[in-house]
């Protein structure tokens, strides 16, 4: 039988989303378009050509490597793109994903990505090409609520302060605004500079189904141990202690 | 344990489940200072600044965070901060109450109200580089934070304080 790979432990929905996400098996929930994104990203202008670093990896002759013949390029290292980056603030209240779950899903599923896990943010760094098709996969799947995360690239602070009136994340720069449709528009790129035009980025979730979807434990939601007043932690929690013990345990062996 | 024969007035702090918008905070000190009772009011929250301070667009304004301002008592102080907590000095302990149920009819989320020392009592270091060895007037300690401008920041709407 083939390996088939767990992820992550616990019959919690959140314990089911962590899962979902590092596997890459992702509900897609609406489609922002390719300009759409790349105006948000703010590095090229939609519809530009790419800048290179380099030359095609094809016309550049590469030695002859065991390792470079094993590996096929992405499309972005192939063509010579740069590196850039999309960054995401993830509100603590039930977003959808929180740093470390997007860096999960990067590592796993995402070729010649470099996944950065701070605090309250998280970056993803690859080729220029390849960033804006994860960047694409990130806000059109349920990875993201338009009003509990938004892209980010500088003063991202938000995800541990309290939401505004209308639901949506503190944002110091007010990238996103709640338009009168419902809808959460960015008007500002991901480093706060106006756009000519404002991006749609989707309906935000209702509270009920942000509090399904998220990937965050939270005692006013699901609790780590699973439901509270069960007789047994979940499965989640207890591997967790077992890491701790082994680490602490053994952790340690200069020998 | 703090009693009503240990001091006169009191300190509490309103905290709201979510920030205010700059309507909904008018409105609420509005209703609060209607109410009377009120020797020193603070709204405390996180910076709205007016231009982009970090990244490649440092120094482009925020047009969103211009031109908000909060109105008491003919004076008008312009609001630099999302309102995110309140802090009151009342005269009496029994005030309390009307400040409660003025924080139920304007705001339309949970909120907390909790009575402790917010402003200090004796002058600090930073207070020492502000405003010097002196201070005529006590009531300002502890209103401001350390950068920012007295003329700017701050107003005295009474100097007799509250209506009381």
């Known amino acids: ?255 | 344990m703090v009693t009503k024969s240990d001091t006169e007035s009191v300190q509490i702090e309103i905290f709201p489940q979510r920030f205010l918008k700059p309507d909904t905070a008018q409105r609420l000190l509005d209703e609060i200072f209607q109410g009377g009772g009120i020797l020193r009011i603070t709204v405390q929250g996180p910076n709205l600044p007016r231009m982009v301070p970090y990244g490649p667009g440092k120094g482009l304004p925020i047009e969103e965070h211009k031109n908000m301002l909060l109105e008491l008592a003919d004076q008008a102080l312009e609001l630099r901060v999302k309102v995110g907590r309140i802090w009151l000095e009342l005269d009496s302990e029994d005030r309390i109450e009307g400040i409660r149920a003025a924080c139920e009819r304007m705001l339309p989320f949970s909120f907390t109200i909790k009575r402790k020392q917010i402003f200090h009592t004796k002058p600090t270091v930073s207070d020492y580089a502000k405003y010097g060895g002196e201070v005529d007037d006590k009531r300002i300690l502890g209103m401001i934070d350390p950068k920012a401008k007295r003329e700017r920041d701050m107003a005295i709407l009474s100097d007799t304080g509250g209506d009381s």
């Open chain 1, 1 to 255: 039988m083939a390996y088939k790979p767990q992820y992550y432990p616990g019959t919690t929905s959140v314990g089911k989303n962590r899962r979902k996400h590092m596997s890459g098996d992702l509900e897609k929930l609406r489609d922002i378009s390719d300009a759409d994104i790349v105006t948000i990203m703010g590095h090229r202008a939609p519809g530009s050509d790419y800048p290179s670093t380099h030359p095609p990896l094809k016309e550049m002759g590469e030695p002859d490597c065991p390792i470079r013949q094993l590996v096929e390029p992405t499309p972005g290292a192939a063509a010579g793109d740069r590196i850039r980056y999309s960054q995401f603030a993830d509100s603590m209240y039930n977003a959808p994903a929180i740093p470390y779950w997007r860096s999960y899903w990067g590592a796993i599923n995402c070729r010649g990505c470099d996944p950065g896990t701070l605090s309250g943010r998280q970056i993803i760094e690859a080729r220029e090409r390849d960033i804006e098709q994860y960047t694409k996969v990130q806000m059109d799947s349920e990875m993201t609520d338009p009003a509990l995360a938004t892209m980010r690239g500088c003063t991202v602070h938000g995800h541990s302060l309290r939401l505004d009136e209308d639901g949506m994340m503190f944002d110091m720069l007010a990238r996103t605004e709640l338009a009168d449709n419902g809808n959460v528009n960015y008007v500002k790129d991901q480093v706060g500079i106006p756009l000519d035009r404002k991006v749609n980025s989707g309906k935000p979730m209702s509270e009920a189904e942000v509090a399904k979807r998220t990937t965050i434990f939270r005692h006013d939601n699901v609790p780590f141990g699973g439901a509270i007043g069960s007789r047994k932690f979940d499965e989640g929690l207890i591997a967790l202690h077992h890491m701790w013990e082994r680490r602490s345990k053994w952790g340690f062996r200069p020998e």
